[in-house]
């Protein structure tokens, strides 16, 4: 059934919402208005991406990001859930574990986060949280982690979703495994590049096994060193992961730009997905500071099947709509991307015909 809806978004609409958070969960349970943002954002048979929601208590970082491993979560979900099929949307869930980016505050009872390895990571501009240092993880204590990623891809089911976006990007914990910037282990999980991508495709699996192939995407940049998360050799990364997702047969993999070196900072640079799209057999989706020239020409040259917007979808709730009218923007304002209001720098973005 998905496999038809992915061929569907292939020939009738290519723009995607990136995954967003938004620190608008309070106490990590998605909150009604999140009904409105994600339906604004709906169009017939287009693909949504919603904002990276934890799958357990250790997993957090931010201040009011949702979760998805309590009842109470899955619940406050399907009304949202609800709006956007109502629209004719596919939604998929991104489901992350943050990892060393987070301090005792944010963890059960006051414990350090955890990674891969015990460096510290110093505090990144744009970023209002001090990191606590990490502590290692046990090598018998991972497969909770992979069970972890598992039981939030069946609650992300049970809460209506198409299916789920792992989140093996930005820094986060699976990238702190595979990126051998932060990566220091020496048992399995360390050292060469099968060990360091382990940990992710063994939740890959895990995923798979629980929900099926058809309703797996997982994201990745192995080009940017977001959170201190670089890696000495991307390219290889980038195709050993491609090569190693081909195996289990998920729907698709959304890579982000190697221009992105950082979430939002573009810069010129040499290196190119293409490689890594053409290794990937399913549906290859790629992020990172498009536009719709630049999206316009990604697919047509075949760089990509499907492109996700990020910044544009947050202050254009129509921007499937306005690439087909070739239609003005509104601009993102980027103060208000992440304060807790319900309303402001969410859902009040004007549609195209209010526009002045
Ligand atoms: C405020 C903000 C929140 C973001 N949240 C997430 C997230 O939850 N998960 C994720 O994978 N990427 C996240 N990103 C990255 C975006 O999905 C996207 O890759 C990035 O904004 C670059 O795309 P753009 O140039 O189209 O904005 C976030 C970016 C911003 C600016």
Not at 242 to 271: D, F, Q, W
Not at 340 to 345: A, C, E, L, T, W
Request: charged fraction near 20%; include cysteine; aromatic fraction near 10%.
């Amino acid at each position: 059934m998905l496999v038809f809806i992915i061929y569907v978004l292939v020939v009738f609409c290519r723009v995607v919402l990136a995954p967003l958070t938004r620190q608008r969960s309070y106490g990590n349970v998605p909150q009604p208005h999140a009904i409105l943002y994600y339906s604004q954002r709906t169009s017939n048979g287009g693909l949504l991406i919603a904002e990276a929601a934890g799958v357990s208590d250790t997993a957090q970082g931010y201040p009011d990001t949702p979760g998805i491993w309590t009842t109470e979560q899955v619940e406050a979900w399907k009304p949202i859930v609800d709006a956007v099929h109502a629209k004719g949307g596919v939604f998929f869930c991104q489901i992350w574990h943050v990892g060393r980016v987070s301090n005792t505050g944010f963890q059960p009872n006051g414990q350090a986060p955890i990674s891969s390895s015990d460096k510290p990571l110093t505090p990144q501009i744009g970023i209002d949280v001090e990191f606590t240092p990490p502590r290692r993880l046990r090598t018998d204590e991972i497969p909770q982690i992979v069970n972890d990623f598992r039981l939030a891809a069946r609650n992300a089911i049970e809460a209506g979703f198409d299916g789920v976006e792992i989140l093996g990007a930005n820094g986060y914990l699976l990238d702190q495994f595979m990126k051998n910037q932060v990566n220091d282990r020496t048992d399995e999980y360390g050292g060469s590049l099968e060990n360091r991508c382990r940990f992710s495709l063994e939740v890959v699996e895990a995923v798979v096994n629980e929900i099926g192939a058809d309703n797996v995407g997982i994201r990745l940049s192995p080009f940017a060193n977001c959170m201190e998360s670089g890696d000495s050799d991307p390219k290889a990364l980038g195709l050993y992961m491609a090569n190693s997702l081909n195996k289990y047969g998920i729907l698709y993999c959304h890579m982000v730009e190697p221009r992105m070196k950082t979430v939002g900072e573009k810069c010129a640079c040499p290196h190119s997905l293409v490689p890594i799209g053409k290794a990937f057999n399913g549906t290859f989706i790629v992020a990172g500071g498009f536009d719709r020239e630049d999206g316009n020409n990604a697919v047509a040259e075949g760089r990509a099947d499907l492109i996700a917007f990020g910044r544009w979808f947050f202050a254009n709730p129509d921007l499937p709509k306005r690439f087909e009218l070739n239609a003005p923007l509104n601009k993102y304002n980027g103060e208000t991307f992440c304060i807790s209001d319900p309303v402001i720098g969410y859902t009040d973005y004007p549609f195209l015909e209010t526009t002045a």
